[in-house]
């Protein structure tokens, strides 16, 4: 009996679900998403005295990675906000080299060694200290 309701409840379902794609269901007329949007037309642009390009000449979009990475980091040639330079001048930034970044690490920088707890207490995890231990020095 118990193979005989399953039987029964599974061919049940399927006449059910088979009703489903009928011409109520999934069939609706809706309209098409793709077909709403038009495209633009093509236009010829007016500037007609462009020049083609030379053999092996560099593309002017294509940008050098090197040049991109100097910009980022040292700030290219983009002028300054108000803001940024009042707090430069008030921080003496008139007084700082343009080439500051690269002339930190030339070997003719004058560095004070702070010994080696300066580079631990920079070193040392984040945290609130509950787990900190002391070592004595050997």
Known sequence: MRKFSAVVTGLGL?????????????NRARPDEFAVARQAPLVVPPDYALVPPRPGAA????????????????????????????????????SITPGVRSEVGDPKTVVVDKGSTTRDIVAAPEGDGQNATTRTPK
Do not use: I, K, M, W
């Open 14 to 26: 399927t006449v059910l679900l088979s009703a489903c794609g009928g011409g109520s269901g999934l």
């Open 59 to 94: 593309r002017p979009q294509d940008n050098n990675p090197n040049v991109l990475a100097l910009d980022a980091l040292f700030g290219g040639t983009a002028a300054r906000s108000a803001t940024e330079a009042s707090v430069l001048q008030d921080a003496g930034g008139d």
